[in-house]
């Protein structure tokens, strides 16, 4: 075997899956100049071997390609420590002295926004976890914080049900103009009041999609690229150590998230692989579509950018709802929030942006609920031969429990089997989360496999994928995650 360089890492005495097109399985990888240089037998490693390479002995544990998670919201799991939690608070007075707790951090008159009520990462238990089996007030609050503003916000709301519950104290709504008076933007939005007629504090959205920082919440503060950098360097580091080393945010992205983007590539801290969606800021049809022209002269296909991060494709998300896709393109370009662009659309507009879509070679994503019997049917697709992809929508984050949950197809709260027809193998379900994601952003021949000359992103396993009991698949510890050839996350004592 004629070897033109020494590895600078060895993996050996394992189980490597390459996820080739004939799901060949080996037992020992060597990596150099951030690719796969050979796959194959141990002792076909000693070649590769100099006096630099790190030897890394598996012991028997499971390689596999780097987890593509093709709808990630990655910047969402760091986000979120930008705010106090109040997980693990169990009545009112438990949240009160939270709040307190965190007022003192802050200068006098500063907000204070803490995540929501319940428990993490959904906070399906919210409020019947809380011995008063409510909310707090703006009373409640008050009492912990008398100056500054106060605002627990309320969960996003496709992560759960309606109405979205949102708090603020007394001194939140004053700043915002909210009183006995203030009538709601739209009938969507409900001021809760006492039976003197003053508002108590909890203001509910009878909708999905969280319109209230657009309206009545306008003076609270928004993002900053500081805060957005520093999120998405954590994100980063939790992703990569679930096992995800490249993601595809297909559901676009705005310009703050994009510039926070460009600061860690800018400073070479990228760790994970990102290929971004742009969403314009347009306020109208007509005015999309002139910015879709504009960007798919240089953004179609495979896109702009490197190897860490690229630019390919436009995003647009349609909502049916009229007036809240007015309430929030009123607030276009959203500086400063994380959120999602919604406009109305009609099936005659709806036809043309995608036929203007597939003539501009971009992907198109359609989101189809209220139809169970066509909930994920993984079985019809790959029996049609569509790469189709797994994604973990950033709850949880972990692409393990994504994958064990296409394998069960068991509904959350009753454990009932959804469409037990559409059920695949645990090969096509890796596939689907590897090799079918690197098609979706025009990368298959580079990554998405373990094979010589592709890029050396790989996730070692503490246990067998293919063989491990399946209700312990989601469980599955990630010991190493290697981004490019450079080891991005390690369990210490894992390997020798």
């Known amino acids: 075997m004629r070897v033109s360089a020494a590895a600078t890492l060895v993996l050996r005495n394992g189980k490597i899956i390459t996820v080739d097109r004939r799901f060949s399985i080996a037992e020992a990888v060597a990596i150099g100049e951030g690719k796969v240089l050979h796959v194959g037998r141990s002792l076909e490693m000693q070649p590769f071997i100099g006096p630099e390479t790190r030897v890394l002995e598996l012991g028997g544990q499971c390689v596999i390609p780097g987890f593509i998670d093709t709808h990630a919201h990655m910047d969402r799991e760091g986000m979120k420590d930008q705010f106090p939690s109040l997980a693990g608070s169990r009545s009112i007075a438990e949240t009160v002295d939270i709040i307190a707790q965190e007022v003192v951090k802050k200068r006098p008159g500063e907000w204070l926004i803490t995540n929501p009520i319940g428990t993490p990462p959904f906070y399906f238990d919210a409020p019947v976890m809380v011995a008063e089996k409510r909310v707090p007030t ?4 008050d009492a912990a914080s008398p100056e500054n503003p106060v605002y627990i ?44 007629g003053e508002p108590t504090g909890v203001v509910l ?66 760790i994970v692989r990102a290929h971004l969606l742009f969403t314009p800021p347009a306020k109208s049809i007509p005015e999309f579509r002139e910015q879709v022209e504009d960007w798919t002269r240089a953004a179609s296909g495979a896109g702009i950018g490197d190897d860490w991060l690229r630019v390919g494709g436009v995003c647009f998300q349609l909502s049916g709802n009229q007036t809240v896709a007015e309430l929030r393109r009123r607030a276009k370009p959203y500086t400063g929030w994380a959120g999602h662009y919604h406009d109305p659309v009609t ?59 296409l394998l069960t197809r068991c509904e959350r709260e009753t454990g009932e089997v959804i469409a037990p027809r559409q059920k695949i193998s645990r090969a096509e379900a890796l596939q689907a989360c590897t090799l079918n994601g690197a098609y979706l952003t025009f990368d298959e021949e580079r990554t998405g496999s373990l094979e010589p000359g592709k890029w050396a992103d790989l996730v070692v396993l503490a246990e067998d994928l293919l063989t491990v009991p399946e209700d312990r698949i989601k469980a599955i510890p990630v010991t190493m995650t290697v981004v490019g050839g450079r080891i991005v996350h390690e369990i210490p004592q894992a390997m020798v």
Request: proline residues 8%; hydrophobic residues 45%.
């Open 138 to 141: 703006r009373w409640d609050l």
């Open 347 to 405: 099936p005659e507009q709806l036809r043309a942006l995608v036929m203007l879509a597939a003539e501009n070679d971009l992907r198109v994503c359609v989101l189809a609920d209220q139809i169970p019997e066509h909930v994920t049917p993984m079985r019809d697709l790959f029996d049609r031969g569509i790469p189709v992809t797994i994604e973990t929508d950033g709850s949880p984050i972990e692409p393990l429990h994504a994958l064990w949950a």
């Open 205 to 270: 959205e009878h909708h999905f999609v969280p319109a209230l920082e657009f309206t009545l919440l306008e003076q609270a503060p928004r993002f900053t690229l500081a805060q957005r950098t520093a999120g998405l360097s954590i994100a980063m580091q939790r992703y990569t150590a679930a096992g995800t080393t490249s993601i595809y945010e297909g559901h676009g992205v705005d310009p703050d998230l994009m510039l926070a983007y460009k600061h860690l590539w800018a400073r070479r801290e990228m």
């Open 153 to 196: 916000q309320a969960i996003w709301g496709y992560w759960g049900w309606p109405p979205l519950v949102s708090v603020l104290n007394s001194r939140a709504l004053e700043v915002c103009g909210i009183t006995r008076h203030t009538q709601p933007p739209w009938e969507g939005i409900e001021i809760l009041k006492d039976r003197q």
